[in-house]
């Protein structure tokens, strides 16, 4: 079903429409056989991105993210009107702690003054309670779980639905490196038997958000996306995969020291090795989401979410560059 412009049709504002995240929910209610107008938040409505969403039928409007006094009201006015809202905060390795939760608790205020009927929240678990105070520097996933229990203290009928990781950082700061023998590896810490929940978040991700507004009142609190539960080991043997890629591709352990090295060489600051460094050692030693089970999540999706193996089928080229 195309953008309804019925104002009769309940309004949807997704923060970072032009997103990863924010872009596979408009598409997922895109999709819906339910009549939804969208309103979608982004830094600059000029982008192809912006204008591509325009011409779909999406109210673009630009939302600057940075918790301003000045910020804070547009952001208010921008929320008017809405019926169900999305957000999403994007972490990046000059972003504070304080500053990204400032950022989510402003959007939950935003939806809360509008009245929605549910605010979606794209939160994560606080891996210094899941660790038991171990890990206290995973300060992305903390910043989020602040902005869970915010929208829990101030009352606002709302969903967290957490995102695993991408498949998408396979083809980024994942993806595997040529070596001198002509095969490729992956390097990290983490054990090369160590299972992560993983999805296709730009394909795939909307389909929890859509799930979640399709069953309130009287779903979840509480989704946890999940489309496959792999191990680095497993990851690199599918790349490796003759029908795919034809090319050697291994897993590689290194030791806390190299992973640091190599963060550092990438141009990594300090305060972001050691948070990607705590973050890693939690998901390797306690779970992506702490132990908790996903089984009841991944149920009344509109469709199957795809796996690893077939967004590598369908991102074939990109990979083949990659592997070049």
């Known amino acids: 079903m195309t953008i309804s412009q019925d104002a009769s ?72 009107g809405a019926t169900y809202a999305f957000a999403v905060t994007i972490h ?25 009927k549910l605010f979606i929240w794209s939160g994560q678990e606080n891996y210094t309670e899941v660790s038991g105070g171990k890990y206290t520097r995973a300060d992305h996933f903390d910043a989020k779980a602040a902005v869970t229990q915010y929208c829990k203290d101030t009352g606002i009928p709302f ?33 090369p038997d160590s299972l992560a929940h993983l999805i296709d978040a730009s394909g795939d991700y909307g389909l929890w958000v859509r799930k979640a ?17 792999l191990s680095r080991a497993t990851i690199a043997s599918t790349l490796s995969k003759g029908k795919f890629t034809g090319k050697t591709v291994k897993y590689v352990q290194i030791s806390q020291e190299q992973q640091a090295k190599g963060m550092a060489a990438a141009g ?9 460094t705590d973050m890693y050692n939690c998901l390797g030693e306690f779970g992506f989401y702490g132990g908790k089970d996903v089984g009841p999540s991944q149920n009344g999706l509109a469709r199957r ?18 592997l070049a």
């Open 9 to 80: 049709a309940p309004l949807i504002v997704v923060v970072g429409a032009t997103g990863t995240q924010g872009g596979s929910v408009i598409k997922a209610l895109e999709e819906s056989d339910k009549p939804y107008r969208m309103r979608g938040f982004t830094r600059d409505t000029s982008k192809p991105a912006a204008q591509e969403l325009t011409k779909k039928g999406v109210e673009m409007v630009t939302v600057d993210p940075n918790p301003t006094p000045e910020n804070k009201a547009k952001v208010n006015q921008a929320f008017e």
């Open 92 to 116: 990046a390795v000059s972003t504070s702690k304080e500053r990204e939760s400032a950022e989510g608790k402003m959007f939950v205020d935003a939806a809360k003054a509008a009245k929605v």
């Open 159 to 191: 969903v967290n639905v957490e995102a695993a990781i991408h498949y998408q950082n396979f083809l980024g700061p994942s993806a595997p490196r040529k070596q001198p023998d002509g095969t490729f590896a992956m390097f990290a810490a983490s054990s």
């Open 213 to 229: 507004i399709d069953e309130w009142p009287g779903g979840e609190t509480e989704i946890l996306t999940s489309a496959d539960f």
């Open 268 to 276: 990594l600051p300090e305060d972001a090795i050691i948070m990607l």
């Open 305 to 322: 979410p795809r796996t690893f193996e077939e967004f590598v089928k369908e991102h074939i080229e990109q990979f083949n560059r990659i």
